[in-house]
């Protein structure tokens, strides 16, 4: 298995249909709950292990997607009421090393992540077909990313970043 992609990476063929966002749209609304339970009971020498060698620790990974679901929520609101925005990259490894992702406790992303995701499913919710069909240009990759697309990305990216918790869990005994 390769550690860096526990879950593979992220793969959508052809056009995204409504039953498909839904179920993504529940992969958002779950991520919390299963973020909680990946990290649930492990104390500050296991948090701060890294999931593969040269890899982020379980404490940064959780930092992490709070830091880029809570991107991704302000780029989805962009794309929402402006035409084609130019979205705001982040050096999200820059990110990882800053004092907050490397030692403050995870509680706060976790709480964090809680109350972003329901307010970004309750923005999802409310979204028809011509909302998912606009779109943010990014401009690291040179992409224009409509926002069904982005919405399968994030999906997998939580359950991404869960398996490299889960399957470090399960490579330890823990």
Do not use: C
């Not at 063929?13 to 749209?25: H, K, V």
């Amino acid at each position: 298995m390769d550690l860096r992609y526990p879950i593979g990476a992220f793969a959508h063929e052809g056009d995204i249909t409504p039953a498909q966002r839904s179920l993504w749209i529940q992969d958002i609304a779950e991520l919390p709950a299963r973020l909680n339970e990946a990290v649930r009971g492990l104390g500050d020498a296991q948090l701060d292990t890294p999931y593969r060698e040269g890899g982020w620790t379980a404490r940064q990974v959780v930092h992490h997607v709070g830091d880029s679901h809570m991107n991704s929520l302000i780029r989805f609101k962009l794309a929402l009421t402006e035409d084609l925005p130019t979205i705001k990259p982040y050096e999200e490894q820059l990110w990882a090393e800053l004092a907050d992702t490397r030692a403050l406790p995870i509680e706060p992303s976790l709480t964090l992540l809680a109350a972003l995701h329901l307010r970004w499913v309750a923005l999802l919710e409310s979204m028809g077909e011509a909302e998912f069909a606009r779109s943010f240009y990014h401009p690291g990759s040179g992409e224009t990313i409509r926002l069904d697309r982005a919405l399968g990305t994030y999906a997998w990216h939580g359950r991404h970043h869960t398996a490299h918790i889960t399957s470090l869990r399960g490579r330890m005994g823990w």
